[in-house]
T-cell receptor, first 115, second 113 residues
């Protein structure tokens, strides 16, 4: 069965510093991986995805993520954090061999950027 | 020009009542979803429809019944509301290809008293 884990409930970073939000997954075969962001009282917004090809994918708002098959990870990164990046971040995985289009979301990581 | 819209945004009701939440998407997507986000922000899929056909039906009490009158609409009806149903309910849509991301509505905050 597919699963996804976000080991950190909260990540605190100073503005201007690099940030990393961790995600690991478990799925048979090659996964489809996604990152979403949720601002307070809003729905989730898509940031980026890995389907195939280059392991480093770039997305919205300067975020990027690296797919690492050997470590079954898909960590979200940004070289220089902004206060406006403070939000709840969800990693998600979809089994490409599943007959139904079901995405499994991680438990979320709250990112807090201090000025 | 809202992509995925939900009504109402807030819903406060008493235990035992029946209520509905409506969702509409104007993106031309084939697939629509209902998710429940609990107080700890954990997000869980409830249902998914593809071209009006139910394709995902998670372990959800049968008090919850989705209805898709056409592929642009997916409504959620809840009978005999319970305190534990209090949560934020999100509608989402995506193109049929499973490589595609989902587009979420703004959410409906349901409070059962």
């Amino acid at each position: 069965a597919q699963s996804v884990a976000q080991p950190e409930d909260q990540v605190n970073v100073a503005e201007g510093n690099p940030l990393t939000v961790k995600c690991t997954y478990s799925v048979s075969g090659n996964p489809y991986l996604f990152w979403y962001v949720q601002y307070p009282n809003r729905g989730l917004q898509f940031l980026l995805k890995y389907i195939t090809g280059d392991n480093l994918v770039k997305g919205s708002y300067g975020f990027e993520a690296e797919f690492n098959k050997s470590q079954t990870s898909f960590h979200l990164k940004k070289p220089s954090a902004l206060v406006s990046d403070s939000a709840l971040y969800f990693c998600a995985v979809r089994d490409p061999y599943s007959s139904a289009s079901k995405i499994i979301f991680g438990s979320g990581t709250r990112l807090s950027i201090r000025p | 020009d809202t992509a995925v819209s939900q009504t109402p945004k807030y819903l406060v009701t008493q235990m035992g009542n029946d209520k509905s939440i409506k969702c509409e998407q104007n993106l031309g997507h084939d697939t629509m979803y209902w998710y429940k986000q609990d107080s700890k922000k954990f997000l869980k899929i409830m249902f998914s429809y593809n071209n009006k056909e139910l394709i995902i039906n998670e372990t959800v009490p049968n008090r919850f019944s989705p209805k898709s009158p056409d592929k642009a609409h997916l409504n959620l009806h809840i009978n005999s509301l319970e305190l534990g149903d209090s949560a934020v309910y999100f509608c989402a849509s995506s193109p049929g290809d499973r490589t595609n991301e989902q587009y979420f509505g703004p959410g409906t905050r349901l409070t059962v008293t």
